[in-house]
Structure formats: C-alpha cells, structure tokens
C-alpha cells in the first residue's frame, strides 16, 4: 500500500522516530501525539482494521505495546497510559492501518478519553448480551473455519451457515 501514511513510514519513506522494530511490526512516535511520548505500536504489513490482523499478530502488537507502556513508565516518569485502538471510522480510526496507541498519562495532563455513561435497563442490556452472545459464536466458528480452508485451500470463506461472512461484513468498517 504504497499510498498509505503509515505503510510510508515503515519503508522509511517517511522519516519517523522508531522506538521499537523487529521483522513484523513497529513502535514509533507520534509527532503529533496526545502527549511527549505517545508512540504507536503497529504491523508492518498492511492492514486497515484489527480483524484483518492474523491472531499470531495481534498478539505480538498487544506484546509490544506492553513493553513500550512499561519503558514509557520507566524514562518519562509517568503516573499511567492508555493503551487503545481506534476500529473503524465510528470509533475514530482516521489513518488506514491498523495500529494500538500507547499514550504516556500524568495526573491533570488534561487528555479526555472519557465519556458519559449510558444507563441501560434489564431488558436493553439482556437483548444487547443476547445478541452480542449470538454474534460471538459466528466469529469464532468462522475463525476456526478459516483456519481449517487456510490449511487446506488458499481461497477465503464466503459463507458459513447461509450467513453472510463475518470478515465481509467487516469491510463497511474500513475508513
């Protein structure tokens, strides 16, 4: 993805400030970070929403992004971080890459990732769990079927049970 800010920054394209590079993924500073020391932690392959992220991946982001909180602890002297991703156009995903911030916190550094707390009855939050429950099970039948075609076949799982692919449905996500 030769048109892709971050896929730019980890060809060296464009010059950036690497705090951490092994020969998957990357941590590097965000010139224009939430605070000194915001760094985010991303694959080098492209891939514009987590659930494009192979698991073994995803795994080692999460690996990294702990390490580079705890070195951010230890030479800024912070008192916190958050550590979160943007998934998707509606949860503020501006670039097209998939990547975990790890922003450095000190008490009263004014940074706002709060928000207002939505009361829900027993009924709104039952239904929600429902179909939340519901939904769980696809995704991870359809992860372990996409294994099981990986390891036979290349081509990707367009259906499981007559419903539209989780992975397909994904794609209205992507910024």
């Known amino acids: 993805m030769s048109e892709c800010l971050l896929c730019r920054i980890v060809e060296s394209r464009i010059p950036s400030k690497k705090v951490y590079e092994d020969e998957t993924s990357v941590a590097v500073l965000d010139f224009m970070g939430a605070a000194p020391g915001h760094c985010f932690v991303l694959p080098k392959k492209h891939y514009t929403i987590m ?53 450095p916190r000190t008490e009263g550094d004014r940074i706002n990732l709060q928000w207002s707390a939505k009361q829900l009855n ?41 419903k539209e692919n989780y992975l397909l449905k994904q794609l209205k996500r992507i910024p």
Do not use: M, W, Y
Not at 133 to 145: I, P, R
């Open 51 to 103: 659930e494009q992220v192979p698991d073994e991946e995803l795994a080692k982001i999460f690996e990294i992004a702990n390490k580079v909180s705890s070195a951010i602890f230890e030479a800024l002297d912070v008192q916190g971080t958050n550590i979160f991703i943007a998934n998707g156009v509606a949860a503020g995903q501006q670039v097209p890459h998939f990547f975990c911030h790890v922003i």
């Open 122 to 162: 027993e009924e709104e939050i039952s239904t929600v769990e429902l179909k939340i429950k519901e939904q769980v099970k696809d995704v991870v039948s359809v992860g372990s079927e996409r294994k099981r075609v990986a390891e036979k076949k290349p081509e990707a799982v367009r259906r499981t049970e007559g």
